[in-house]
């Protein structure tokens, strides 16, 4: 049996009287494309907070590449190759694209504490930064300020980001939020052509886009994970119709 | 590697390059400085003052203006740094070079002692804890007079000539120049901060810390390494304002000199170098001027100062010339 990219095993949060995450057992094959769904206030950004350690976990286990994680603060799972992005823009307004993604990559490679070389010396981080921004297609964009870029492309942007620190295994929160729809489809060909290697588990609420780009789907409500299966069982489950899809079902 | 990707990649590198690049008004400034000495042979005991807090203010600026790490009790260090040199030199060495270094290397292991509570708070909990700690320091030196001089300062402190050769004279020539030239190098490291890999990374804790961590930066140890700098600067500067006034006081740990140092940062601009020097120099310019005029409420127009500058300009003066300077730039843009 092959270890699973990323495994949790009885994993609580409760915020107070609430329990926000309920025993949830997940894995994330090497290589997946995983979908995270679920009604609004189901935990599944609590989910990926816990995963990714800026919320620590009331009980239960993470384990990244069949090694514990549990207890690892939140840059040191990254260094591992536990990446994110956010469902809210969380960028650098005032640095541009090239300089954010050359950031990452400075942190990935163990230079940003060297406080005294000059940064134009490092010409393979930069060289690196500027053709992962060309290879998201935002490469003319790399040398304006972040708060002046245009909306899907700060979402690119975020992605870019998270790529940086070269992850294996890549948790997307609502990577298209905000972005219209008849943009949202290529920020997904983005992710889709992502390399075979990285795991990604995505949080998404459009059924097109799940049903699309999800080869795995986990459903979680209130905390708990109702069912998980490939998109055709998931699309027919009674349960999951009633409490999610409603009456207006994908076809 | 097609030409094209090769030129965007050029384009890359020649992008963080032309940033760390001096500007051309960076020699006009340091120019001036030297100018001041044949122009103001009168004023050079408060030129040498300017020198002293702009250097504080720029440690400041390194925290503040990139780091993104606000302090109330800056001061702490700079008041290590003086006291540092100057009890040194009261009791028995005054070689002005090792004397300086002594209070950078005591100032930087304050800072990094406090680093550790620093870089547990943010926001207002930094402000008060920053201004407690100084507060603390304050009432140590005041209390421990048997050491510090307390409240009438720390007096008969003599420094030996620089290099064994410039005795200190009475109009502070060898003061400025000296004082100038460990401003200038200063500066010069500085500088290599803010373009190096790790003044990147502070610039991006500025923006937005949360992200950080997300990118695998771990925050504490940029925190307290930029704090360790910053509090040696500051007590370079502390320990080269009592080289060049052969004098202690006691204010050079009062928090009051903590405000003063932030209200001058932010006149001048947070986060451009420069900042720090157009501000104290305003700052202490006019602060001399008004006190001239009447000595007791000079603080009314700087407090008047600093309001109009942070609501009338996006950052300090320096941010003030620099959109002027963008406006007539697309003014004769647009005319030509």
Redesign the interface.
């Known amino acids: 049996m092959t270890t699973a990219a990323l495994k949790t095993h009885g994993l609580n949060k409760n915020f107070g009287g609430l329990k926000v995450t309920q025993d949830v057992k997940f894995e994330l094959p090497v290589g997946a494309r995983h979908a995270l769904i679920g009604p609004n206030g189901a935990g599944k950004t609590t989910f990926i907070n816990l995963l990714?350690?800026?919320l620590s976990a009331d009980s239960g286990t993470i384990e990244l590449d069949g090694r514990p994680i549990t207890d690892l603060?939140?840059?040191?799972r990254?260094?591992r190759g536990l990446?994110?992005t956010?469902q809210i823009n969380?960028?650098?307004?005032?640095?541009?694209p090239?300089?954010?993604v050359?950031?990452?990559a400075?942190?990935?490679h163990g230079?940003?504490?060297?406080?005294?070389?000059?940064?134009?010396n490092?010409?393979e981080l930069?060289?690196e930064?500027?053709?992962l921004l060309?290879e998201l297609g935002i490469?003319d964009q790399?040398?304006r300020l972040t708060r002046h870029l245009a909306y899907g492309h700060q979402r690119v942007l975020e992605i870019a980001?998270?790529l940086?620190?070269r992850p294996h295994v890549l948790l997307l929160d609502e990577p298209a939020a905000g972005v219209p729809a008849h943009e949202s489809g290529i920020l997904y060909e983005v992710i889709s052509a992502l390399p075979k290697e990285i795991a990604v588990l995505f949080i998404e609420h459009d059924m097109d886009l799940v049903f699309r780009f999800a080869s795995h789907i986990t459903v979680l409500v209130s905390g708990r994970v109702l069912r998980e299966g490939p998109p055709a069982e998931i699309a027919e489950d009674p349960e999951v119709r009633a409490v999610y899809l409603g009456t207006a079902a994908h076809g | 590697m097609t030409a094209e990707?090769q030129a965007?990649?050029a384009?890359?590198?020649a992008?963080?390059?032309a940033?760390?690049r001096w500007q051309w008004y960076e020699p006009i400034f340091w120019l001036g400085a030297i100018a001041w000495y044949f122009l103001f042979p009168t004023y050079l005991p408060l030129g040498t003052q300017v020198l002293c807090s702009a250097l504080f203010a720029l440690s400041l600026d390194l925290i503040l203006g990139y780091g993104g790490i606000v302090s109330l009790g800056h001061t702490t260090f700079f008041g290590i740094g003086a006291y540092t040199a100057g009890l040194l030199a009261k009791y028995g060495w005054g070689e002005p070079i090792t004397c300086l270094l002594a209070g950078g290397v005591t100032a930087a292991i304050a800072g990094w002692i406090c680093s550790f509570v620093i870089v547990r708070v943010q926001g207002v909990a930094l402000l008060l804890v920053t201004l407690g700690i100084n507060l603390v320091l304050y009432e140590i030196a005041n209390k421990a007079y048997t050491i510090t001089g307390g409240a009438d300062g720390l007096q008969g402190i003599v420094f030996w000539k620089v290099f064994g050769v410039f005795d200190y004279d009475i109009e502070g020539r060898v003061a400025y120049i000296y004082t100038l030239a460990v401003v200038f190098l200063l500066f010069l490291v500085a500088r290599?901060?803010v373009?190096?890999?790790?003044?990147?990374?502070l610039?991006?804790m500025r923006?937005?810390w949360?992200?950080?961590?997300?990118?695998?930066?771990?925050?504490r140890?940029?925190g307290a390494?930029i704090f360790v700098?910053s509090a040696a600067i500051a007590g370079l500067a502390g320990a080269l304002l009592a080289e060049s006034v052969q004098f202690v006081a006691l204010d050079s740990l009062g928090v009051q000199r903590s405000v003063d140092v932030l209200t001058m940062l932010i006149v001048g601009g947070t986060g451009v170098l420069y900042g720090s020097f157009v501000g104290a120099t305003v700052y202490m310019v006019v602060r001399d001027q008004l006190a001239d005029l009447n000595p007791a409420y000079w603080y009314f127009w700087i407090g008047l100062m600093l309001v109009v500058v942070v609501l009338f300009t996006r950052n300090g003066v320096v941010g003030a010339l620099s959109d002027a300077a963008a406006w007539f730039q697309r003014r004769g843009r647009a005319q030509s």
Not at chain 1, 73 to 76: D, F, G, I, K, T
Not at chain 1, 90 to 96: G, H, N
Not at chain 1, 111 to 120: C, D, I, N
């Open positions: 990714t350690g800026l603060p939140a840059h040191q990254v260094k990446a994110r956010f969380t960028l650098f307004p005032d640095l541009t090239l300089e954010a050359t950031l990452a400075c942190e990935r230079t940003s504490r060297q406080w005294f070389p000059a940064l134009a490092r010409k930069i060289e930064a500027y053709a060309a490469g790399a040398h980001l998270a940086a620190t | 990707t965007a990649n384009a890359a590198v992008d963080f390059r940033r760390a290599r901060i373009y190096s890999p790790f003044g990147l990374a610039k991006g923006e937005n949360k992200r950080m961590p997300a990118l695998g930066a771990a925050l140890h940029h390494l700098l």
